[in-house]
């Protein structure tokens, strides 16, 4: 299994909403990450797991919060987002996360859209 | 921090037209990692090159690196409409991995 699975590939919530994006790979990887992706920009780091601690955050807002729950499985809990955090959320996993030229493979992504 | 930027932004090509598209570092560069995108979905790995001189090929896609240059290129020989999508240069080493801005490429018939 070479694949990195996201859901839902579609969200709609709004402001006051309460919601979580899943990812899930089973290639034994031991760094996971969140990118953010707005049309027409290149993916943006927000979040990365190593051994399933927070290594990274690049200084993301607190309505955004990444949770690690065993070395599968990724989250991204969302509360109280703002219209302008409407983007495709992608999720990736690599090897060790530690060492160079990594590769990551990354998950078809959950389009977000914030009414 | 180390800046990529990727040229042409955007490119129409005639299908069966080959096509290059650069990648350029502002730093050394000692690797660098080629995807692709598809409008909304997630990024396919197509190659990386960690050597300078280094040239790959995949299909009818050649990437080579050059070290001195600090600069990747990416070669699509006799382009289809299934060539058509969005290639993002990421640098290497660099752990987490940075990209450049992409190169919109349309193939039309």
């Known amino acids: 299994d070479t694949e990195v699975t996201q859901t839902p590939k579609h969200l709609v919530m709004g402001m006051t909403n309460k919601k979580s994006l899943k990812c899930e790979q089973h290639m034994g990887h031991r760094a996971m990450y969140w990118y953010k992706q707005k049309a027409k920009k290149p993916p943006e780091l927000m979040f990365v797991y190593s051994y399933e601690k927070l290594s990274i955050n690049e200084s993301v807002p607190s309505r955004f919060s990444p949770e690690c729950p065993n070395s599968s499985l990724l989250n991204l809990h969302l509360h109280a987002l703002q219209p302008e955090d409407s983007a495709l959320y992608l999720c990736?996993?690599?090897?060790?996360?530690?060492?160079?030229?990594?590769?990551?493979?990354f998950g078809s992504g959950t389009q977000l859209s914030v009414l | 921090s180390q800046e990529l930027e990727q040229s042409p932004q955007s490119l129409i090509v005639q299908e069966g037209k080959n096509l290059t598209i650069n990648c350029t570092s502002s730093?050394?560069?000692?690797?660098l990692y080629w995807y692709k995108q598809k409008y909304g979905e997630g990024l396919i790995f197509l190659m990386m090159l960690q050597k300078g001189g280094e040239e790959k090929s995949h299909e009818k896609i050649t990437a080579k690196l050059d070290e001195k240059k600090q600069q990747s290129s990416l070669h699509i020989t006799a382009s289809q409409p299934s060539h058509a999508g969005i290639y993002l240069c990421?640098?290497?080493?660099?752990?987490?991995?940075?990209f450049g801005k992409g190169t919109r490429l349309s193939v039309i018939a």
């Open positions: 730093k050394t560069l000692y690797g």
């Open positions: 990736a996993s690599s090897p060790a996360g530690t060492g160079n030229y990594e590769k990551l493979f």
């Open positions: 990421g640098a290497a080493p660099s752990t987490p991995l940075v």
